[in-house]
């Protein structure tokens, strides 16, 4: 079981910009796909970035362009680099883990982070 930790939110005006990192334990980080999601107040969670171990990347359309995947296996670290954010980016972003090659759904993914609190003001 891996076990994840968020951190990097915060609050931020329109147009600024976070990094998110999400620390992992386990040995099997550098096998596995890791993914960020997101989920507003009174909406489900959604997808946001996933990227495999060889660096096979996902957005969703809604954040290409403005944010940005990462990982190092190394140092067993997921990073998410979020700019030009906008009010409809408010919302707690979540890491998770799936073990397979292309995962963009919530049920694709088995370990999940206690999320990091995004706030962006207008």
């Known amino acids: 079981q891996v076990q994840l930790v968020e951190s990097g939110g915060g609050l931020v005006q329109a147009g600024g910009s976070l990094r998110l990192s999400c620390a992992a334990s386990?040995?099997?980080?550098?096998?596995?796909?890791m993914g960020w999601f997101r989920q507003a107040p009174l909406k489900e969670r959604e997808f946001v970035a996933a990227i495999s171990w060889n660096n096979i990347i996902r957005m969703s359309d809604s954040v290409k362009g403005r944010f940005t995947i990462s990982r190092d296996n190394a140092n067993k670290t997921l990073w998410l680099q979020m700019n030009s954010l906008n009010p409809d980016d408010t919302a707690v972003y979540f890491c998770?883990?799936?073990?397979?090659?292309?995962?963009?759904?919530?049920?694709?993914?088995?370990?999940w982070g206690q999320g990091t609190q995004v706030t962006v003001s207008s």
């Open positions: 386990g040995r099997t980080f550098n096998l596995l796909t």
């Open positions: 998770a883990t799936s073990t397979l090659r292309v995962a963009v759904k919530d049920d694709d993914y088995t370990s």
